[in-house]
Nanobody
Framework: QVQLVESGGGLVQAGGSLRLSCTAS????????MGWFRQAPGKEREFVAA????????SYADSVKGRFTISRDNDKNTVYLQMNSLRPEDTANYYCAADPTGWGRRSRFNYDYWGQGTQVTVSS
């Protein structure tokens, strides 16, 4: 069982930056691939970024590539999402999730554990 807690969301102007954090309980964090997803009102939850268990392999949605960076610190049981050049369309509730295979895949159906989410609002 893995429990995930996100933090770092808030209100920011367009062009600004935020860093989201997701801290996991348990001793097996380093075996999980980790992903960030987001969901805006009335829309499906969508993939944002993922990182493999070792941190070596990352992947990004096209809409955030070059602006967002995912990273992890296995000693701190934490995964991060650095978000730069934020746009109003990035406004959503952001969730972190754990992939038990360790890969960090793009489909939300591959993730067994989810955090409660943190709201990001970007004003124009």
């Amino acid at each position: 069982q893995v429990q995930l807690v996100e933090s770092g969301g808030g209100l920011v102007q367009a062009g600004g930056s935020l860093r989201l954090s997701c801290t996991a309980s348990g001793r097996t964090f380093s075996t999980y691939g980790m992903g960030w997803f987001r969901q805006a009102p009335g829309k499906e939850r969508e993939f944002v970024a993922a990182v493999s268990s070792s941190g070596v392999t990352t992947s990004y949605a096209d809409s955030v590539k070059g602006r967002f960076t995912i990273s992890r610190d296995n000693d701190k049981n934490t995964v991060y999402l650095q978000m730069n050049s934020l746009r109003p369309e990035d406004t959503a509730n952001y969730y972190c999730a754990a992939d038990p295979t360790g890969w960090g895949r793009r489909s939300r159906f591959n993730y067994d554990y989810w955090g409660q989410g943190t709201q990001v609002t970007v004003s124009s």
